[in-house]
T-cell receptor
Framework: GAGVSQSPRYKVAKRGQDVALRCDPI?????LFWYQQALGQGPEFLTY????????KSGLPSDRFFAERPEGSVSTLKIQRTQQEDSAVYLC???????????????FGPGTRLTVT | AQTVTQSQPEMSVQEAETVTLSCTYD???????LFWYKQPPSRQMILVIR??????QNATENRFSVNFQKAAKSFSLKISDSQLGDAAMYFC????????????FGKGTHLIIQP
């Protein structure tokens, strides 16, 4: 595709609901990242995939957060039993790879703004 | 863990003038990458410029250049001939050379361009 796409662009959830956020990376990109950006802050790393393998999930704030990329392309970030503190913009980024010595650029999607009421 | 600090929440510059955005970082690594990203109000994050830590020469991309001071752990962005389209949030980011951790971002600087 032309770029990274994310859906939905906006999501309002009542506290306690489950939500699923989708990311379509650039075709052929091996690496995929999820970030959480709270209002007025910089993005914070959540998790990283290389193809279908989730190699780092150290940034996931709680066990209510779960991410998958079963076929190595589209990824879904799921948040169970949403809380007000989950309100943020969730950004997805993809890159060609992530090898030592190679500063592969991360291309970002437009984000999903999640509001938990 | 690495940290990135942007001490200027907001900067304002007259159109056509030059502005410098500051960034410092803390790391115990010797090899890494530094980036400046621009995030306009539409939210799509765009890479402005990158710097490899092993390169002594400062990176330049058209009107954008950096002043990379490895010993001081400083990485400032200079925008020359500022244009209205430069108005955005600017984020400084760090990535380990091994690379599996994703990017570590600063809190950002809101750049305002005065016409």
């Amino acid at each position: 595709g032309a770029g990274v796409s994310q859906s939905p662009r906006y999501k309002v959830a009542k506290r306690g609901q489950d939500v699923a956020l989708r990311c379509d990376p650039i075709s052929g990109h091996v690496s995929l990242f999820w970030y959480q950006q709270a209002l007025g802050q910089g993005p914070e790393f959540l998790t990283y995939f290389q193809n279908e393998a989730q190699l780092d999930k150290s940034g996931l704030p709680s066990d209510r957060f779960f991410a998958e990329r079963p076929e190595g392309s589209v990824s879904t970030l799921k948040i169970q039993r949403t809380q007000q503190e989950d309100s943020a913009v969730y950004l997805c980024a993809s890159s060609l790879g992530i090898l030592a010595g190679a500063p592969y650029e991360q291309y970002f999607g437009p984000g999903t703004r999640l509001t938990v009421t | 863990a690495q940290t990135v600090t942007q001490s200027q929440p907001e900067m304002s510059v007259q159109e056509a003038e030059t502005v410098t955005l500051s960034c410092t970082y803390d790391t115990s690594e010797s090899d890494y990458y530094l980036f400046w990203y621009k995030q306009p109000p539409s939210r799509q994050m765009i890479l402005v410029i990158r710097q490899e830590a092993y390169k002594q020469q400062n990176a330049t991309e058209n009107r954008f250049s950096v002043n990379f001071q490895k010993a001081a752990k400083s990485f400032s962005l200079k925008i020359s001939d500022s244009q209205l389209g430069d108005a955005a949030m600017y984020f400084c980011a760090y990535r380990s050379e091994g690379g599996a951790d994703g990017l570590t971002f600063g809190k950002g600087t809101h750049l305002i361009i005065q016409p």
